[in-house]
């Protein structure tokens, strides 16, 4: 069975944690044959279980509120489409000389164009944006510490649903998926 990378939305920050454990005791109650975790911010592989990235979705999000009382939103890729979005990455120097600047944000549905002019508009920094299918690709020019990117798209009520990881977790999780 092929592996699918299960990525959970704000997660472990504003009193919303979900442990390790949490997770592979999420997997194992829903019947994946295997699961590993990495880092602390809600990475999940499964391996043993097939269906498509929205009835995984559902299946975990359900299943973590039955689980936890918690409702939270997972991004589900698969292997192939996880090697597509390191592949589709816009920013390849950027990712080179500061991965840790560059991040993936993984979206439930791919943006409108209508609303990804209107987060183009919002930023008022350097920050740099590309649409890809379900990712979004944000290049921190100046740090992430500095930007108001997150508060500024807030105000347009136009802020995708997703999770975002940095390009070094991206890459960590390809190579637990053997990519």
Do not use: C
């Not at 975790?37 to 990475?43: D, F, K, P, Y």
């Amino acid at each position: 069975m092929s592996p699918h990378i299960a990525l959970l939305r704000a997660v472990n920050v504003g009193g919303r944690k979900v442990l390790k454990d949490d997770l592979l005791g999420l997997a194992q109650d829903l019947g994946f044959d295997e699961a590993k975790t990495l880092l602390a911010s809600g990475n999940l592989v499964l391996w043993g279980k097939s269906g498509s990235d929205a009835d995984i979705e559902k299946r975990l999000e359900d299943g973590l509120e039955r689980r936890m009382g918690l409702r939270t939103d997972f991004m589900v890729r698969t292997p192939a489409e996880l090697k597509a979005v390191i592949g589709a990455n816009p920013f390849a120097d950027q990712a080179r000389e500061r991965p840790n600047h560059l991040l993936v944000n993984f979206l439930k549905a791919p943006i409108a164009a209508g609303d990804l002019a209107v987060l183009r508009e919002a930023i008022t920094g350097r920050e740099q944006i590309h649409a890809e299918g379900r990712e979004l690709y944000i290049d921190f020019r100046d740090g992430i510490g500095e930007s108001t990117l997150d508060r500024d798209w807030k105000k347009t009520k136009k802020s995708p649903v997703g999770t975002t990881r940095n390009w070094n977790t991206v890459l960590k999780l390809a190579a637990m998926v053997g990519l």
